[in-house]
């Protein structure tokens, strides 16, 4: 009896199974060698040619066109974890993949399925558990947040300027944003402009959009200005002079381009009233009403992006206005700069806003390769200060979180009961996978590393700390390489669900 139509694929049992591993396995495998510090790049040509080099996680699988339903779901890992914290795509989808590994190895063995998930189940929460006993007993503070912001840009190439340097800023803008309610994460934005180089990145204290002013011919730089913020067009409120004009003479048409005038004219007086010193402009600006609110010195911008209109109204407190005939000073806002700077386009930097904290990473670079890898490593580093500062937990980098949670599993294993304690240390050998692969990427025998890594801590905390050629087996929270908590739950959490999500399938059927 046939139930599927003649043009569907069907594959069950441990065919299945072993598809969907060695796909998942080989997604994992393509992102791997870019873990840590000596992590290599990627280069990642779409088929117009475009080029990105990466050495992100999230970015490469997003570029690589994935089109297998279980490597999909590896890809899926990293989009959460990048959407949940920012950090961490690499790990999570690795150990994801050596889950699936270990899980291969169980199945041949002849242990259930079923079992294996009950087992990754239980040593995910105990992972949990230990990795609440690794978090460092040490207040967050500037100090911490910079360790945090260079461990996770650390391997990612920033065009020459050191790691440090941007860390500073980068902290800077984190502590300017933080409310009781935590980091305002949403009010760092992050814009880019190649064409110098990448140390001149640096921190605004506002807004940075990419506008033109409406008119050439106008003042580019004002100070401590009202900001009128209108999402409509700016153009004469009275539809009636848009009105057929009958025409007969030539004075009569004289006539009514002067009364036109004129009442432009007045329309123009009329927003000059108001006081408004710099307006923001979603729709068009009338142009004899542009040229002059020019002369008066009034800055326009016309055609405002909508999402540009929105952030200055929040940091110059204006509100935005949805018609022109209720323009009025009570709804201006206020900044202390504005001014319009060129580059390949114009960018204007509103600072110094009269409302919400709102800063910007100003990120240049010799060329846009650079600025984008730049801005992937900022925006790690803008995350994992965020998660730590949010929390107010860290846990030691450079593998050690990892042993430390490897070896309690280990420990725990012992008291499950039944098959599913394989499963258990099965999870356990799979997290070897970061310090292994740290090893690996710095160019060590990945077997002997492990073996010490092991033996130190035993002692007390140890991870595989890297700084420029050297890679040595030390304490990783003395030599200021830790990663937000936060980023290691989540990181195992979304790789074992991953894991166990595909575990449990044992029939793909596909239409055509
Ligand atoms: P991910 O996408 O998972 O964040 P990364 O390439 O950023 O991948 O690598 C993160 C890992 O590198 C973390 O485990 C972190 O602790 C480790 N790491 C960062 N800096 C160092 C360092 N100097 N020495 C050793 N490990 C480091
Ligand atoms: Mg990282």
Do not use: C
């Not at 920033?158 to 803008?173: Q, S």
């Not at 959009?209 to 409406?214: Q, T, V």
């Not at 432009?264 to 710099?278: K, Y």
Request: proline share 2%.
């Amino acid at each position: 009896m046939f139930i599927l139509s003649e043009d569907s694929e069907r594959t069950s049992g441990q065919d299945a199974q072993s598809a969907n591993i060695d796909a998942g396995k080989a997604v994992a495998e393509s992102v791997r060698t870019t873990l840590g510090p000596r992590g290599m790049d990627k280069m990642l040509v779409s088929d117009s040619g475009d080029v990105v080099i990466t050495n992100d996680g999230a970015t490469i699988l997003d570029e690589m066109d994935i089109d297998h339903p279980a490597a999909e779901m590896l890809v899926e890992v990293a989009e959460s974890q990048a959407d949940d914290v920012g950090d961490g795509t690499t790990t999570a989808v690795t150990i994801a993949g050596e889950l699936l590994s270990e899980f291969e190895s169980l199945l041949e063995d002849d242990i259930h399925p079923t079992t294996v998930v009950q087992g990754y189940k239980e040593a995910e929460r105990a992972a949990l558990e230990a990795i609440d006993e690794a978090v460092v007993d040490a207040a967050v503070d500037d100090e911490t947040l910079e360790a945090i912001v260079t461990t996770a840009m650390t391997g990612k190439s920033t065009g020459g300027v050191t790691p440090e340097t941007l860390a500073d800023e980068i902290v800077a803008a984190v502590r300017r944003v933080e409310t009781d309610d935590g980091v305002d994460r949403d009010a760092i934005s992050i814009t880019t402009q190649p064409g110098s180089s990448a140390g001149a990145t640096e921190l605004i204290e506002g807004i940075v959009a990419e506008e033109s002013p409406a008119r050439e011919d106008v003042t580019r730089s004002v100070e401590d200005v009202s900001v009128g913020v209108l999402d409509t067009d700016l153009d004469q409120r009275d539809p009636d002079v848009d009105a057929e004009w009958q025409v007969s003479s030539r004075d009569q048409l004289d006539q009514a381009l002067a009364a036109e005038e004129q009442h432009l004219r007045e329309f123009a007086e009329t927003v000059l009233e108001t006081g408004v010193d710099v307006l923001f402009v979603t729709g068009d600006v009338n142009e004899q009403v542009a040229a002059t609110l020019a002369r008066e010195g009034l800055l326009v911008f016309d055609s405002v992006d909508s999402d540009t209109a929105r952030s200055v109204a929040k940091a110059t407190g204006a509100s935005q206005i949805g018609d022109v005939d209720d323009l009025e000073a009570d709804d201006f806002g206020t900044a202390e700069s504005v001014h319009v700077e060129s580059f390949d386009d114009d960018l204007v930097f509103v600072e110094g806003g009269g409302a919400t904290e709102t800063v910007t990473l100003f990120v240049r670079g010799g060329t846009g390769h650079v600025t984008d890898e730049l801005e992937r490593a900022i925006r790690d580093g803008v995350d994992a200060a965020t998660q730590a500062a949010d929390t107010g937990e860290i846990v030691p980098g450079a593998g050690a979180t990892e042993l430390h949670v490897a070896g309690a599993l280990r420990e725990r294993a012992a008291s499950v009961e039944g098959r599913e304690q394989l499963a258990v240390e099965a999870f356990a050998d799979a997290l070897d996978v970061i310090p292994r692969t740290l090893a690996q990427n710095a160019g060590q025998d990945p077997i002997d590393a492990l073996v010490d890594l092991r033996a130190a801590n035993e002692e007390g905390r140890a991870g595989l700390v890297q700084s420029g050629e050297d890679a040595d087996v030390v304490d990783p929270v003395e030599e200021g390489v830790v990663d937000p908590a936060s980023v290691k739950r989540e990181a195992i959490s979304s790789a074992a669900e991953a894991a166990t999500m595909l575990a449990r399938i044992d029939d793909v059927i596909s239409a055509e």
